[in-house]
Structures are given as C-alpha cells and as structure tokens.
Nanobody, 117 residues
C-alpha cells in the first residue's frame, strides 16, 4: 500500500500562486508515475501534470506555462507550483501515484484550491 498526503491548497486571488505538496509513504518502490489531477464541481476529474520516473513531464494544455511539477526523490514528495492562477483553476486537486508496470494506482484525499476573481 502507498499513502499520499497532500497539503498546500487554499484561497488565492486571480494572478496569485500556490504550491501543492504530496508526500508518499509505504511501498513506493514500484511507483514510477506521480502526478496531479483536479476535479471541479460538476466536471470529470482531469489530468493536470505528471512526472514519469522523475524525468518525463506532461502538462494539460490549460496549465502549460503556468504550472510546474517537480519531484524530490529523497523526500518521496511531488510538488505542483501553480502561478498566475485563474478562477477556472478552482477545483479539488488530487495527488496520484501509480505503476505503469503493475497497474497499481493510488490517490490522495484531495486538497481544495479556490481562485477568486
């Protein structure tokens, strides 16, 4: 089992910044993909950014140039730096960890990000 604990959400004005953190613990040796997803009210959960094996990075088009995902392997933590936030970024943000080899997939409890206009 893998446990994911998120932190860093909150309320911010449009144009502001927030940094989310996700600390992983447990049996993480097989995890090679970590990332962030978000779900706004009435919408499906969508990918925000992923980092594969600590190097290959993917972003949703809507956040490219504004968000930065990074991973500290020594701390088993993945970060999401969110800059120039927009009201449409308002959502619950979920940390995800998975193995593309075994198919195991874990989710954090989610952290609320609210951007006011």
């Amino acid at each position: 089992q893998v446990q994911l604990v998120e932190s860093g959400g909150g309320l911010v004005q449009a144009g502001g910044s927030l940094r989310l953190s996700c600390a992983a613990s447990g049996f993480i040796s097989g995890i090679n993909v970590m990332g962030w997803y978000r779900q706004a009210p009435g919408k499906q959960r969508e990918l925000v950014a992923t980092i594969v094996s600590g190097s290959t990075i993917n972003y949703a088009e809507s956040v490219k140039g504004r968000f930065i995902i990074s991973r500290d392997n020594a701390k088993n933590t993945v970060y999401l730096q969110m800059n120039n936030l927009k009201p449409e970024d308002t959502a619950v943000y979920y940390c995800n960890a998975k193995s593309s080899y075994s198919g195991v997939n874990y989710w954090g409890q989610g952290t609320q990000v609210t951007v006011s206009s």
